[in-house]
């Protein structure tokens, strides 16, 4: 559809795409016709995350017909996160949606999403409440991959909460500020503070080709959540070493203390001696958790994460 009006807001659609080259057309044919009922104009950017089989080419074809359409193609496949954080530079709506290109996420939700951020959300999820395809191997899957984020790191993931979400201008700007690499938007997007309102779906059957997160993508996923939203495995270490410690110092004081008062047969020299290599490895636990304790504010600044993101200002005296 050309763009019209020049007055219209603008919605900026992010869709990361490999081996999707059935799904691309379906895709922004399903796209166009929910927008249109909306009062946006719309960019609609594709990136192409090294695909195998024609997806670049579908996107270099509906690109040149739709002047709000916009393709990126990455020299080798650098992942879904990347993809998504490619777009997200590249987008400049007023409104920014980011979807599977694969139609599990239901363009007529946007409709939806749009009214809610109407209300004065930032931050649009939406929650899968159960995907009809998916076979037992992706349902427990994805069941353990909530369960261990949730145990393990610092981040409340909701389980069917995926990368089908609108946010709004400001959020846009803020995520794509952070100068951290690489972005785990799902833990981000409640880590920035703002408003989120959240929306649910049923999914549907993937339509063509096969997912491609395999098992190995996961763990990475579970892994850059872990490592970028959490200090619970290095502060772990530290808690294990000073209870090794604390508890063999104790053994310790109190076998040699039964040796030299009541029985010096009680304990052999061996067993003290073994408690002793006990205690020394607590110590040196405890050590290493200190040199992690150092590595967790390395870590922190590194990342180089704001201190504090500003949501709303009163007024800005004019210079
Ligand atoms: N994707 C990507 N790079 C990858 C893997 C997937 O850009 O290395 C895209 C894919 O085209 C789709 C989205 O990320 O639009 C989600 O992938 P998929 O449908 O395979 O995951 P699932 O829906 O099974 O979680
Ligand atoms: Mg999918």
């Not at 349902?139 to 089908?164: C, H, I, P, Q, W």
């Not at 500020?177 to 649910?200: C, H, M, Q, T």
């Amino acid at each position: 559809m050309p763009k019209s009006a020049k007055s219209k807001p603008l919605l900026s659609v992010v869709l990361p795409s490999y081996n999707e080259e059935v799904n691309i057309p379906i895709t922004y044919n399903e796209l166009t016709k929910n927008i249109d009922t909306t009062k946006f104009d719309y960019q609609i950017i594709f990136v192409n995350d090294g695909s195998r089989d024609g997806t670049w080419s579908e996107i270099e074809k509906i690109a040149r017909k739709d002047s709000g359409v916009e393709g990126l193609n990455f020299s080798r496949n650098f992942g879904h996160h990347a993809a998504l954080e490619a777009g997200l530079q590249q987008a400049i709506g007023d409104v920014v949606i980011m979807m599977d290109a694969d139609l599990q996420h239901p363009p007529s939700l946007i409709p939806k999403l749009i009214e809610e951020w109407e209300k004065g959300c930032d931050i649009v999820n939406t929650v899968r409440l159960s995907t009809e395809d998916a076979g037992l191997f992706k349902n427990v899957s994805s069941r353990l991959f909530y369960a261990f984020m949730n145990t393990f790191s610092d981040l409340r993931l909701k389980d069917g909460e995926a990368d089908y979400r609108l946010i709004s201008k400001r959020a846009l700007v803020t995520l794509n500020s952070l100068p951290e690499a690489p972005k785990f938007y799902r833990g981000l997007i409640n880590w920035i503070g703002y408003d989120v309102a959240r929306v649910e779906y049923v999914a549907q059957a993937r339509m063509h080709g096969k997912s491609s997160y395999t098992l190995k993508k996961m763990i990475e996923l579970a892994r850059l959540g872990l490592t970028s939203f959490s200090m619970k495995p290095l502060k772990i270490i530290i808690t294990i070493g000073m209870a090794l410690t604390a508890l063999s110092l104790l053994a310790l004081v109190v076998m040699i203390g039964v040796k030299l008062f009541v029985n010096p047969e009680y304990f052999t020299n061996n067993a003290i001696l073994i408690m002793f290599l006990v205690l020394m490895t607590g110590v040196l636990t405890t050590f290493q958790g200190i040199i992690a304790v150092y590595l967790v504010d390395i870590f922190n600044e590194a990342k180089g994460r704001p201190t504090y993101i500003v949501k709303d200002i009163t007024k800005k005296r004019d210079e």
